[in-house]
């Protein structure tokens, strides 16, 4: 029983396998039912409002049984049963959506007079205005029946540049071992980079890092022409459906604000010496004259060795999120108690970790928990997920309970945010706080001026194309050299090698998402700063965020948590709270 107590509790999804089955049955009835009101959804406002409650109750059904079955099959992958539930309900997932795609086409036909008219005669409908703002704001967007089944055929060849990108680099090279001083031998490959890059021996770090992007220059011609392909592609896409640019359509099929974009990176570029300050500060520590990239992983302050059990981490959390008020760390509590996690790493378990909501139960979580630090900061993080899901969960209409990348990742850095100023009050000693500053300046450089960094190369790159120009191999490397130049500073080489960099980056083929981790952090520490500062009213603030789902767009929900990310604010106060962060961790240095 002491064991059952650190996997997760997927009872409270479905009792047994039966029950599971029942509800796919079930899923493909309303499906069905969907299905044969094909040609009639925008009748009356009597059909409309059956035909969009049952597509939300499909879209709730198969949520739930995807949930069940994804995290069974996770926690379990060689378990012959799970896979079979898992790919049942995939294939379930896409007969629906086939049998149902009918659906936006009809919804299409509505404007928005003809929606107030049949909002008129059902009330009912009101609950889906939100819902029909956004499908007919995307109106002018949809082609006509041909043209979007020539797009949707695109779809194929658009994907297959990740793909021929991802067997290039997993399938075709060929990966060699290299030995440190000592004579440990490591495979030069992705896998291996982050530990290669904490090496110690410089020399070590300087030949594997030269080796793995050696690697990527042998085939840069190659992987130039399949990244200019896509880059062409995406531009396509967005002219053939009336855009004026590719990042353009990215951004407004997210309600996201182009200036959120602009003023990202903008403020970043015009406010780089706190960073560029942090460069100096490693090299004085390190003892070098300058760094390249091969030495921006090497910590300055050593890592901490101290190990904490799951529920010294747990108690950590609780402490941490105490700060929220009594009715969230009483949901921290319930998450424990009723084994909605699934904690520590096994054979045949899935690496990483995330959380997965459900609608009318709760969140799950899954870890691989092995006790160091960033696994506690990892566990706050997911929980902040949890937390959201649960919020909005139980305050949104299912059809409002999701929320975007945007918002999403703003829960869970909240949490870490929180996490770590809560260490970094109740540190004892200089060398606990020194690794705490540490850890969150390298937290900030990796997860906001890193992301913001390839934000810049691919919108240089998408409005070179759009501008007629050709995105040839040297090109490329010179745009990634300048930007790692441009940013890191004066105390940083970006040599031959560093321009190779963008080559192995998968981010790139997903084209304008990576900012939103930027972004996100933003946010996060704004929001933590504010609640440490205000109290109660900040809290609230907060809380009312977490609740309200996708119940609007994302720029005005996070104005809910008191954080305008359409101004530059957000990014200057990030830049600010990374620039006290470096004095104090000077001082102590």
Not at 96 to 117: H, K, V
Not at 377 to 382: D, G, I, K, P, Q
Not at 456 to 476: R, S
């Amino acid at each position: 029983m002491e064991e059952n107590r650190f996997t997760w509790n997927l009872e409270d999804i479905y009792p047994d396998e039966q029950a599971w089955y029942q509800d796919l049955s079930k899923a493909k009835e309303l499906t069905a039912k969907l299905a044969a009101m094909q040609g009639k959804v925008c009748q009356d406002g009597h059909t409309l409002l059956e035909a969009l409650d049952l597509s939300t109750k499909c879209s709730e059904y198969i949520a739930k049984l995807f949930t069940y079955a994804s995290c069974h099959y996770d926690a379990q992958m060689g378990n012959a049963g799970y896979k079979k539930l898992y790919e049942t309900i995939c294939g379930e997932n896409s007969a629906a959506a086939e049998q149902t795609s009918f659906l936006m086409p009809e919804l299409m036909e509505l404007t928005r007079e003809s929606f107030d008219r049949l909002c008129a005669q059902v009330p009912e409908l009101a609950l889906y205005t939100h819902y029909i703002e956004d499908l007919l704001s995307q109106k002018e967007h949809i082609l006509d029946e041909r043209s979007e089944q020539m797009l949707v055929r695109m779809q194929d060849i658009h994907s297959s540049f990740k793909k021929i990108y991802t067997d290039l680099r997993v399938n075709d090279t060929k990966s060699e071992e290299i030995a440190d001083s000592q004579g440990n031998k490591l495979v030069v490959s992705d896998a291996t980079y982050s530990a290669a890059m904490e090496h110690p021996d410089r020399a070590f770090r300087k030949e594997f890092f030269e080796k793995l992007l050696g690697t990527y220059g042998g085939y840069i011609n190659t992987l130039s022409s399949n990244y200019y392909a896509l880059v062409k592609t995406n531009v396509y896409i967005a002219k053939s459906r009336g855009y004026c640019s590719a990042r353009n359509q990215s951004l407004s099929e997210n309600f996201i604000p182009e200036e959120v974009y602009d003023n990202l990176l903008a403020t970043v570029r015009a406010n780089t010496e706190p960073f560029q300050r942090y460069i100096s500060l490693r090299n004085r520590v390190l003892g070098l004259d300058k760094s390249y990239m091969y030495d921006l992983f090497l910590p300055i302050v050593p890592d901490s060795t101290k190990k904490y059990s799951f529920d010294e981490a747990y108690e950590l959390m609780l402490k941490a999120t105490a700060i929220l008020g009594e009715d969230y760390t009483a949901l921290v509590k319930r998450s424990h108690e009723e084994r909605w996690c699934d904690v520590y790493p096994k054979q045949g378990k899935v690496s990483g970790a995330y959380s997965t909501g459900v609608y009318d139960v709760h969140p799950y979580m899954l870890l691989n928990y092995n006790g160091t630090l960033d696994d506690v900061f990892t566990l706050l993080h997911e929980t902040g997920h949890s937390m959201h899901s649960y919020y909005s969960d139980h305050t949104q209409p299912f059809i409002y309970s999701d929320y975007t990348l945007f918002c999403a990742e703003v829960a869970s850095t909240t949490n870490e945010m929180l996490l770590y100023h809560y260490l970094l009050d109740h540190a004892q000693t200089k060398e606990e706080k020194a690794v705490l500053l540490s850890k969150h300046l390298n937290d900030i450089r990796s997860t906001f001026y890193r992301q913001t960094m390839f934000a810049d190369f691919e919108n240089q790159t998408h409005k070179m194309v759009e501008a007629g120009q050709p995105l040839l191999p040297d090109v490329l490397c010179e745009i990634h050299r300048k930007i790692n130049e441009d940013y890191y500073g004066p105390d940083f080489v970006a040599d031959r090698f560093i321009s190779y960099e963008w080559a192995r980056i998968p981010h790139f083929y997903r084209a304008f998402y990576v900012y939103q981790y930027a972004t996100g952090i933003s946010a996060a520490v704004a929001i933590a700063n504010r609640i440490r500062k205000l109290g109660q009213p900040a809290i609230e603030d907060y809380k009312n965020f977490l609740r309200s789902g996708s119940s609007d767009h994302p720029i005005e929900l996070l104005k809910i948590a008191g954080v305008d990310m359409a101004s530059p604010q957000p990014i200057l106060d990030i830049i600010e709270d990374f620039n006290q962060t470096l004095k104090q961790l000077e001082e102590l240095l």
